[in-house]
């Protein structure tokens, strides 16, 4: 996800309260706990957000490097700038009447579905720079449209999102903002901080807690 400003986001989050439970957080919300866990997540987004299952060794020998091969090169650090660029080089290839040395037609179109589907869960779901690599795990993924589809993605979101928001050092920063004088606070408007995942989803969720 692009750098944000400071902005109220972060204001909530200097009302953070401490707790055990390492996949939830905690605000005091106008004088009252408010959570923020995987279920408010699923809700908003409406993503599956069921436990994570167990890859056997069946399910892994199933996963394969086609993908990567076949549109990469065999490339072992992609980053999400190149998904994008394969998405829109067999989009071209589509319309300029070109085929990609495949069996079928049918072919090309379904790699461009895997295509768009892993370019979606990187760049927009899991919020990554476009120069970070891709998840060789779910670039091998993708090439099983079944196995992808029921895959609980909405918890691996949900993980990247809470890590990111979990985070001590944005908010140290803010307080340290706050304590300035107020011409120095009006000198940091242009500091940024980074966030990963779907952080969208807890900015819908701090507007319920205030409407």
Known sequence: MAPLPFRWPLLVFVRRMPTKKKRELWFLVEGKPARFSV??????????????????????????ARIRDEYF??????????????????CDKEEGGKKKKVEKEKDLGTDRVKIALLYFLEGVLLGADPKRNVSTFHMSMVDDLDMFNSYPWGTVVYDTTVDSLGGKDMVEKYRERLRKPPHKQLSDVKETYTLY?????????????FV
Not at 73 to 90: E, M, P, Y
Not at 197 to 206: E, L, R, S, Y
């Open 39 to 64: 279920r408010e997540f699923a809700i908003v987004t409406g993503l599956v957000c069921t436990p994570k299952p167990f890859l056997g060794l069946e399910e892994k020998l199933k996963l394969k």
């Open 73 to 90: 090169k065999g490339a072992t650090q992609i980053k999400v700038d190149d998904i994008q660029k394969a998405f829109r080089s067999l």
């Open 197 to 209: 995942g779907f952080p969208f989803a807890f900015q819908v969720w701090i507007i319920s807690c």
